[in-house]
């Protein structure tokens, strides 16, 4: 079989991809090594996690917050088999969602590893068994991302494990020791401590999300406390050992000691790493970058230019988003047309409650780089809606150019962030100024008032309740 393109690998990135090409009259295959389509995002990524999020957010709120708004529980209990089973089902149907997807645009799918016999020829080891060629005018390499993880805390996916084997626990741990305070740390240690577990952060740096805005760890680690957890910043693990029914975790505190935490599970969630192994990239010509990324230009081509790579495998975040924006830039590019992505308004959203949500520039990025700027605040606490709902944790801020009152930079958590960040998106994107966005009506009452007080307190300090 010839085809215009194949693309190796059906994540976000992947069948994004796929889709926009067959749209734009390309004769497209798609390979995939795992019997599900959808990539690390729609089978233990972003789905999974999220519909375990919102499981262990109703517990949390049937146990905490139901009685004060006059609801009365008996025998509250929680039922983590039929928490994990609905999260496979919302899987299926969404995997499944995507292989109908396939077929109503006539994309061709491979289930077996693709792995490169020459720049344009792809060898397929089926998942039935026997092997098959395809030959590609265009190849796009969307081969996704592992877990990372380090010699000195081996993950035996028993008691020291990844986001994978957190996703589908069958009991609550009674102490988790999460190494990395990230998002995956921040995500999955909110899950099992609403539903009752201990969580105890181990993270290098001195804040949860550090590479986000500051003020966003600061507050993100307001709202997890409250859930019980314990945190170890500046810290750093030595070692991490299996003894049976129980993790040792053994840590260097800041001051040059050395303590052991043990809990019965570790989650380690130190970062992702680019996925390639068994793609044969030499064959194409191709090689990988000491981090094991696949080496891109701006235009997403490799050194070879007829083979494009995408998502998680290339420089860049590592989110589902970013890789549909680069499967869509690159149909584009193939089909003859000049697509364009505004890497810096991609957003950034940390599933906790209250949510993290952020476009932009950062403050301790706009203070590095010398630009002039300005900030606005505005704590949900002082608005209605939130009091109504009885989310009032956490803040929406705006930084805007301090001459031009250019918004430079939008960071909320809060209750709906994730959604909220959209509205800021579309303003940078059409560069509106911190007073544009104040004079536009916001519906009351929602949250996304706080979003225009905000804007108003950058403008000239003019928040209206504040
Ligand atoms: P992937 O989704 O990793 O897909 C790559 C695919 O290629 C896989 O299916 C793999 O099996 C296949 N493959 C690899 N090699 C071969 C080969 N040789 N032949 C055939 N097939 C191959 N991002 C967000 O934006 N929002 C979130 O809420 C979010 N939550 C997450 C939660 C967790 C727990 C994790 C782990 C990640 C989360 N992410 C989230 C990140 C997101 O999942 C990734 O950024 C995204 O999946 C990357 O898409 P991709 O297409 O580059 O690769
Ligand atoms: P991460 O990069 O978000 O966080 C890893 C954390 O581990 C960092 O804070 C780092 O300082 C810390 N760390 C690294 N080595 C350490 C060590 N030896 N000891 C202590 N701390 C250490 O990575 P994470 O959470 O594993 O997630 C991987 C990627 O998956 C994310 O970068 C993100 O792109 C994606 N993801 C996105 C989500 C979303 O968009 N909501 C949700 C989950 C994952």
Redesign the pocket.
């Known amino acids: 079989m010839e085809y215009d393109v194949i693309i190796i690998g059906s994540g976000p990135g992947g069948y994004t991809g796929a889709i926009r090409c067959a749209q734009l009259g390309l004769k497209t295959a798609i390979i995939e090594k795992y019997p599900a389509l959808g990539g690390t995002c729609l089978n233990v990524?972003?789905i999974p996690?999220k519909a375990l999020l919102d499981s262990s957010e109703h517990y949390y709120n049937a146990a905490h917050t139901f009685t004060q708004h006059g609801i009365k529980l008996d025998n509250l209990q929680v039922d983590l088999a039929q928490m994990i089973s609905r999260k496979q089902d919302v899987v299926d149907q969404t995997t499944k969602g995507i292989a109908f997807l396939m077929k109503k645009n006539k994309i061709d799918t491979y289930y077996g590893l693709g792995s490169f016999v020459d720049a344009h020829t792809v060898k397929i080891a089926k998942t039935d068994g026997g092997e098959e060629t395809i030959k590609g005018k265009n190849i796009v390499i969307a081969t996704g991302s592992k877990?990372?993880s380090?010699p000195s805390?081996p993950v035996d996916k028993k008691r020291i494990i990844t986001?994978t084997e957190a996703l589908k626990l069958e009991q609550v741990p009674k102490h988790m020791i999460i190494?990395?305070?990230?998002?995956?740390?921040?995500?999955l240690g909110s899950v099992y401590a609403r539903l009752g577990g201990k969580v105890s952060f181990?993270?290098?740096?001195d804040s949860m999300?550090?590479?986000m805005d500051k003020t966003m760890g600061k507050e993100l680690q307001k709202a997890i406390k409250k859930l019980g957890a314990d945190f170890y910043f500046n810290?750093?693990?030595t070692q991490v050992e299996n003894k049976g029914d129980e993790v040792v975790v053994s840590v260097d505190t800041p001051d040059g000691k050395q303590i052991t935490l043990t809990g019965d599970y570790c989650l380690v969630?130190?970062?992702?790493r680019p996925y390639t192994d068994g793609l044969n990239l030499e064959a194409a010509g191709l090689k990988t970058d000491a981090k094991g990324k696949v080496e891109v230009d701006n235009n997403l081509r490799t050194s070879v230019p007829h083979i494009y790579a995408l998502g998680d495998v290339i420089r860049g975040?590592?989110?589902?988003h970013k890789a549909e924006e680069e499967g869509t830039f690159i149909a584009e590019t193939i089909a003859g047309q000049k697509p364009h992505i505004h890497y810096r308004l991609i957003p950034?959203?940390?599933?906790t409650w209250p949510e993290v949500a952020a476009v932009g520039y950062t403050e301790e990025e706009v203070k590095q780089q010398g630009i002039p700027y300005k900030t606005g605040s505005f704590p949900f606490k002082a608005l209605g809606r939130a009091r109504a709902s009885m989310d009032i944790d956490g803040l929406v801020k705006v930084l805007a150019h301090k001459e031009t009152d250019e918004i430079l930079g939008v960071h909320i958590i809060g209750p709906r962030a994730a959604d909220m960040i959209a509205e800021a998106v579309v303003a940078m994107e059409f560069r509106a100024s911190a007073e544009d966005v104040s004079r536009m009506s916001h519906a009351h009452p929602t949250y996304t008032e706080a979003f225009k007080e905000a804007c108003l307190a950058a403008t000239d300090n003019r928040a209206i309740n504040m």
């Open positions: 990524g972003c996690s877990p990372l380090f805390m986001s190494i990395g305070a990230g998002v995956i740390g921040a995500e181990v993270e290098f740096f999300i550090p590479t810290h750093k693990v969630s130190v970062g992702r975040a590592m989110l589902a950034n959203v940390v599933y």
